[in-house]
């Protein structure tokens, strides 16, 4: 296929998706698209039971590697004025994820017109429901990725130019836990508190006694967050309520300090609660923890993205998660940013990433899966 040809495809294919946007694991019209431009190319789709997503393959045995994108958008109303904007109201890929989906789309084509000369086997995962962060567990609950060895997955990061690739060792997504804490104390007349248990008070200290957490008890040299992000209690001016519901996020780079802030927040509500003469109930949901790239295969990543014209940067440290973190805890794995031009940041509605990005990180998706399959074809010799 010529370039042209190539550039025109994955425009159109980035077009299709952007315009139709669906939730994590609602995402049917989009797996029947990614499928439907799969077989044009004659790439095997696995049969798998996947409600929405799907896994393809190629390559003919040796060893096996994959490549992750995800294919879920947000509850977001689109605010720009794209030609290719989204249809549907409340919906949009505002996180790029149609972006890295069309990627893997050109990576497939790619590899496949050199099928006869890879030494393994590739998969692709077109991976639902990253946003809602059940998704990476639904793809290795399929048993799909017992076999790979090595695997590989990339975000938009606009805050890169295009052509840039933004590559770190270690952490470079957060780990990301949900909490939820109830409050329960007494409610009486805003007149006559002494009459009550007041969990609005004990919500005030609570939130501001969390505050040095982060900032009292771990390195200050670490990255690591505590966020309320929802308070809710009461509904007039002259009546205290009986419960105060809080929400929130503990973001960490570290697994140990994810584990500490944890604990500390759950001793501080603990204790503030009984100093206040309330009680406390606390709920978590547990996120994915943070990305763990091999140092090694980041060099040779890095290698391989100068070599095709990137621009090599280590990328500006981030507590936003990233559920490909759950694939690194059972294989090694590199997970790269890639420059989509100096926009507003993702999970905003005026986010967009430039499609010039895409066939150059298409080729790099390529590139580095037969990367992989020739080093551990080496190192088995
Ligand atoms: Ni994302």
Redesign the pocket.
């Known amino acids: 296929m010529g370039k042209q040809e190539f550039e025109e495809l994955l425009f159109q294919a980035f077009c299709w998706l952007h315009q139709h946007p669906e939730l994590g694991f609602e995402e049917y019209e989009t797996t029947k698209h990614i499928k439907e431009i799969l077989r044009e190319h004659g790439v095997r789709i696995l049969d798998l039971p996947m409600k929405t997503g799907l896994v393809a393959e190629i390559g003919r045995g040796g060893p096996t590697i994959a490549l992750r994108a995800?294919i879920d958008a947000l509850p977001v109303t689109e605010k720009t004025e794209l030609p290719y904007r989204s249809l549907v109201s409340g919906r949009m890929h505002a996180?790029?994820?149609d972006f890295h989906t069309t990627t893997m789309l050109g990576a497939a084509i790619l590899l496949k017109e050199r099928e006869t000369e890879l030494p393994g086997t590739v998969r692709m995962i077109f991976q639902p429901a990253?946003?809602v962060s059940g998704g990476a567990r639904a793809v290795l609950d399929t048993g799909i990725l017992r076999d790979v060895r090595f695997i590989c997955g990339l975000?938009v990061l606009p805050s890169l130019p295009v052509g840039t690739l933004g590559l770190k060792a270690g952490a470079a997504s957060a780990s990301v836990d949900r909490f939820w804490i109830r409050i329960i104390g007494k409610g009486s007349h805003a007149a006559h508190p002494d009459d009550g248990t007041d969990p609005i008070v004990a919500a005030a200290c609570l939130i501001s006694a969390a505050q040095t957490i982060v900032s009292r008890n771990v390195d200050p040299a670490s990255a690591n967050l505590i966020s309320f992000t929802h308070v809710e209690g009461g509904n007039t001016w002259n009546v205290i309520p009986s419960e105060v519901l809080l929400e929130g996020t503990i973001r960490s780079l570290s697994k140990t300090d994810r584990a500490f802030l944890k604990r500390r927040l759950s001793e501080m509500t603990d204790s503030i609660g009984k100093a206040y003469g309330t009680r406390t109930e606390m709920d978590w949901y547990e996120g994915p923890p943070p990305t763990d790239n091999d140092p090694e295969w980041i060099a040779a990543a890095a290698a391989l993205a100068k070599e095709r014209g990137f621009t090599v940067t280590v990328p500006h440290t981030t507590l936003i998660g990233?559920d490909f973190a759950f694939y690194q805890e059972e294989l090694t794995g590199v997970f790269a940013f890639v420059g989509t031009g100096l926009g507003p940041s993702?999970h905003s509605p005026k986010f967009q990433a430039d499609p010039k990005a895409i066939a150059p990180a298409s080729e790099y998706f390529a590139a580095m899966a037969e990367t992989a399959l020739r080093r551990i074809v080496e190192r088995e010799d």
């Open positions: 995800d996180c790029g994820h990253e946003e975000h990233e993702i």
